[in-house]
């Protein structure tokens, strides 16, 4: 009784400002989204990625495991998702994609937050770091046929991650006042994205549900036994495994239906696939936790 109680107390913020953005838009009321999602990733979330890092108390050895654990986890999943859409005669451009990159930042971002506190959310956003460079390289010449280092190297979630790791491994800290300033900014960063994350489904028009329904099972159960391994092989502590685990086991990203869209992919299959993948973690995800905490 207890553990289920604290899954819900985790579960319950993320489902509900997701289910709010939802609503809102099913009423009718303006949401802008492009904006909304640009002030995210440009200022608040990396405000949050820095300060994290900076504040955290975790060991850079730590880290550094974590990370190492992340690139081999994401090499797996790259690799199962290559040669399982091959044996399916999918369509690459349009399924590959979407069952590599999970929604680490909208949902795996506060999930980290709320089951295992501010050193999770340290560990979290290594992982969404490595997820967002994957993206803009593999995952760009995946669905358009060329990558794209020149837009990893203007993201300001790069440079956040790669600031708060050296401020992390100096054990510098910025003066009290910029701190303040940027931990409030850091703030806007989880409602936002969780909001967005609803309005953005209530925008989707899911195709080919059932084909969705068995890949977003499928990506479930592989992104769950990989990371598992891969937490296991480097000897990740408790909070580190759990959160690995937690971020590569998240639902397909939004930004797999925006790649697919912007580059002639079959962007409603994709928008199918994230649209089912989310509904299903409303159910997967605290069961995944109640076994990790």
Known sequence: MNLALTVLEIVAPVF??????????????????????????????????????????????????????TLAAYAGVTLA??????????????????????????????LALFAFGQEGLGYAVVVFAVMAVWTFTYGIWLVAGTGSLGKVLREPLVWATLAGGLFLWQDWQTPVFLTNTLELVGQMAIPLMLITLGVAVARLTPGGVGRALALSVVKLVLCVAVAWAAGVWFGLDRTAFGVLVLQIATPVAVTSYLLAEKYGADAQAVAGLVVVSTLLSVGALPLLL????
């Not at 999918?90 to 795996?108: M, Q, S, V």
């Open 16 to 69: 509900l400002l997701a289910g709010l953005g939802f609503t809102w838009v099913k009423l009718g009321f303006e949401y802008r989204i492009n904006f909304v999602t640009q002030l995210a990733t440009t200022l608040a979330v990396p405000c949050l990625i820095f300060t994290s890092l900076m504040r955290t108390e975790i060991a850079p050895a730590a880290l550094t495991a974590l990370l190492l654990a």
């Open 81 to 110: 998702a290559g040669v399982l859409v091959r044996l399916l005669r999918l369509d690459r451009r349009t399924f590959e994609a979407p069952l590599i990159f999970g929604n680490t930042g909208n949902l795996g971002l506060p």
């Open 290 to 293: 109640a076994a990790l905490l």
